[in-house]
């Protein structure tokens, strides 16, 4: 059964390949870096504890949106806090084997524990095209599109908690 790990150096970032070269750069030469640095922690699916090989991963980080461009009534004016999952993706090898749906509920408990202890209003995302919008809309969990882009979607904690992952 795969695990989920924080990515360390003994992970195999080069042999990662999902389809998306931005997605494999950044692996390979961001990742870490920004982990090193506190500006995203990215969590890497793996075959086993303690293997090399990785089947996916995804990136979580704290952000700011708008309340002005989230259709929810009731927001102060100004910034609200969020948690955006800046990248997720699959191995070529393994997409189609329900990761990406495993990785993303992970990371929607990992927010809505986040928000019992800081301000997080929602999970947030920039779906990379039209097919992954879809993706993520077809779950049937509550992703909404916020007001400024159609790929920007949000899935507010409250429905996270009503889905029971808390």
């Not at 970032?13 to 995203?40: I, P, T, V």
Request: hydrophobic share 45%.
């Amino acid at each position: 059964m795969p695990v989920v790990e924080l990515l360390r150096a003994s992970h195999d970032r080069q042999s990662f390949r999902c389809g998306n070269d931005s997605l494999d750069e950044f692996l390979r030469r961001q990742a870490r870096q920004n982990a090193d640095r506190n500006l995203g922690v990215t969590h890497v699916v793996v075959p086993a504890a303690g293997e090399s090989q990785i089947l996916g991963y995804y990136t979580l980080v704290t952000r700011t949106v708008e309340s002005a461009i989230v259709p929810s009534k009731g927001l102060a004016r100004g910034p609200i806090g969020v948690v955006l999952l800046g990248r997720l993706a699959v191995d070529l090898g393994c997409q189609r084997m329900g990761l990406g749906r495993l990785m993303l509920l992970r990371a929607m408990r990992q927010t809505e524990e986040a928000s019992r202890v800081m301000g997080i209003y929602a999970l947030v995302l920039d779906a990379m095209d039209d097919h992954a919008r879809s993706w993520y809309l077809s779950l049937g969990w509550g992703f909404q599109e916020l007001l400024d882009d159609p790929r920007h979607l949000f899935l507010p904690v409250a429905t996270i908690r009503r889905l029971g992952l808390g």
